[in-house]
């Protein structure tokens, strides 16, 4: 269950105040990781808030928050959930028999079931691009620099200068669920991680487009002014 001892402590920081929805680190992710039609690694979350006529559009880039104490790893019958580089949590492919309880058990639905391949699928920090020192696909792509990832053992790394920043300007950044007890690595500025928190899936289920559509033309459709008898 624990990480290899190689002295580093991997973690992501979003600034959701600098996200602007242009889902350019999702179309890397799926090129990156020949992610099928219809299934996300990542994925960026929408939704309107105030009223007119002070209203915005909030996004929140999700994808798995490689928790310290991770449920998919103790659900795993075949042991195929493991940690790797830096604290990552990693899939092993010769290993994965599809039980599929890691979908069932993750409180962010950040895994889904591969149609093909019958296996887990899920973030891995892009652990092939970091052994040769480079950064996860999404990160140089975003345009808007809203995601930081590094070595939060490592003052001078980009996440741990920027989750600084953060401290400075507004107060501790926010975590996802953080009552589930996963103790996840992954932080948020911004008012991303509160307004949208019920956008993310839960335990059981995956990021799905179809799914967060009819989400929101259900919050839509329960908005909407009923007609008077």
């Known amino acids: 269950m624990k990480a290899p001892d190689d002295g580093k402590k991997l973690g992501w920081f979003v600034d959701t105040r600098r996200c602007f929805g242009c889902h350019a680190c999702e179309v890397s992710c799926k090129a990156e990781n020949d992610v099928p039609l219809g299934h996300f690694i ?3 979350f929408t939704k309107d808030v105030g009223e007119y006529p002070k209203v915005a559009r909030v996004f929140m880039p999700m994808a798995c928050q490689h928790c310290e104490d991770a449920p ?3 659900a795993c019958p075949c042991g ?3 940690k790797g580089i830096g604290g990552s949590v ?3 492919y010769e290993t994965c ?3 599929g309880s890691c979908v069932d058990v993750c409180p962010y639905g950040a895994i889904y079931m591969d149609p093909v391949a019958k296996q887990a699928v899920k973030c891995h920090n892009c652990y092939h691009r970091l052994e040769h020192d480079m950064e996860p696909a999404c990160v140089p792509t975003c345009p808007s620099e809203a995601l930081y990832f590094g070595d939060l053992n490592d003052d001078e790394s980009p996440i741990s200068m920027a989750l600084a920043n ?3 300007e507004f107060g501790e950044p926010s975590q996802l669920r953080p009552e589930k007890g996963t103790k996840p690595r992954m932080w948020f500025a911004g008012d991303g991680a509160v307004e949208l928190e019920d956008r993310v899936p839960r335990e059981g289920e995956s990021y799905s487009p179809a799914a ?3 989400h929101q033309w259900k919050e839509a459709a329960d908005a ?4 008077k008898p």
């Open 42 to 44: 990542r994925q960026t």
């Open 72 to 74: 998919c790893l103790k």
């Open 80 to 82: 195929a959930l493991h």
């Open 90 to 92: 990693l899939v092993d």
């Open 97 to 99: 028999c599809g039980h």
């Open 166 to 168: 953060a401290k400075k």
């Open 212 to 214: 967060y559509n009819i």
């Open 224 to 227: 909407k002014p009923k007609d």
